[in-house]
């Protein structure tokens, strides 16, 4: 089940501290990954897509503001500056990383395959049920596609005949699987396809993704559920105001995330016994973003639904129309104030400390220091 919101209170303990000290990062040394391999979409994609590539709705992410805050210079990154895996890596001390599809970068501690608009569900399955409109075409099949490819580039070809390559390859890696889910919903929207369809295909090819990742010899993964999507800006500019839950946010599309988490962990049990040797920690990416809006105030944030850059003014400042970095945006002076950056994205401020409940808080199962205790223990 996923842990109740009662128990993240615990975590604001932890934090509470330490949340905003800029040695925070450097508390989880000695450096116990040399490696991370990272998928999923534009929560986790540190550069596979821009604005050629990308979803349309967000056309501007390689030009100001995108990458103001952190890097001062757009990274194709869907946020004014870091993710969670960036602060995942500057957490054990290894450099970010870089994109699969940057052929000169060194890839040496690691790579990004996570592509933003990208699907659980192969893309093939939109055309057929014609969901293309904005859709990214990478799925999560194209990412293990190219996962592949790079161990063959690492002499891990077949695990049965290259054994010991392909544990050195794995041994000191931590793999990280980003959300993934939420636009296989977003493209089914107002369609013939039903949401419990999306839901059995979706987790099915997750899970399918998962197995062969451990088959392969993963031994550290994480893996993020999918965020409250019901408390993202563009939801709530859709539903009114008679569809909020206790969170004021679109209670319909929560309850449909919340399930989908909770079968999609179950599912991770069932690996967990069927890979005894594998440390397999879920990232509780919905109570994380719930604990952040009942408790705003503890972590800095004073708005919780406005986007920070966005057109129209309003009650969100936001206009799918107008959207971050387009002509007639604007941004807010203070991003690390609030929660949504372009009305789907969040900012580097809300994922420091969605990481920070990951890294060091209660909104992981197991907890994220049993991985790196058992990581310790292996050395």
Not at 77 to 101: M, N, Q, T
Not at 246 to 272: D, E
Request: glycine share 8%; charged share 15%; with cysteine.
């Amino acid at each position: 089940m996923i842990i109740p919101y009662k128990i993240t209170i615990f975590s604001i303990l932890i934090l509470s501290s330490s949340l905003h000290d800029s040695t925070a990062k450097n508390e989880i040394n000695p450096r116990p990954f040399g490696k991370i391999y990272a998928f999923g979409d534009s929560y986790t994609d540190t550069g596979n897509t821009g604005s050629a590539t990308g979803p349309s709705s967000f056309s501007y992410v390689s030009n100001l503001p995108y990458g103001q805050t952190f890097f001062h210079h757009p990274t194709n990154r869907y946020s004014d500056g870091r993710l969670v895996i960036d602060f995942v890596a500057e957490s054990f001390s290894l450099p970010f990383l870089p994109p699969y599809r940057n052929t000169t970068a060194d890839k040496s501690s690691g790579v990004n395959f996570a592509v933003a608009g990208s699907t659980a569900i192969e893309h093939e399955f939109f055309v057929k049920n014609n969901l293309t409109h904005d859709t990214t075409p990478e799925s999560l099949g194209t990412q293990l596609s190219w996962f592949t490819e790079f161990l063959e580039g690492q002499g891990c070809v077949d695990t049965k005949t290259t054994l010991q390559t392909c544990k050195a390859v794995f041994d000191d890696a931590l793999i990280w699987v980003g959300e993934i889910g939420a636009n296989d919903y977003a493209y089914a929207v107002g369609s013939s396809v039903s949401d419990q369809t999306i839901q059995e295909l979706a987790i099915k090819r997750a899970t399918d993704f998962l197995e062969i990742l451990l088959n392969k010899g993963a031994k550290y993964v994480v893996v993020q559920g999918l965020p409250p999507t019901g408390c993202l800006t563009l939801a709530l500019s859709l539903f009114r105001e008679d569809y909020r839950d206790n969170t004021g946010c679109v209670g319909s599309l929560n309850k449909q995330s919340y399930s989908h988490n909770t079968i999609y962990q179950a599912k991770l049990q069932v690996f967990r016994e069927q890979f005894p040797d594998a440390i397999i920690v879920y990232a509780d990416y919905w109570n994380a973003y719930r604990d952040v809006i009942n408790n705003a105030h503890i972590y800095g944030f004073n708005e919780l639904y406005k986007v920070c850059c966005g057109s129209s003014g309003g009650q969100y400042n936001y206009d799918p129309s107008g959207s971050c970095g387009s002509p007639v945006s604007s941004t807010c002076a203070n991003p690390s104030e609030y929660i949504n950056w372009d009305g789907v994205h969040l900012t580097d401020g809300m994922y420091k400390v969605v990481s920070d409940l990951f890294l060091r808080g209660a909104l992981t199962s197991p907890p994220f220091q049993y991985l790196l205790s058992m990581r310790n223990m292996d050395e």
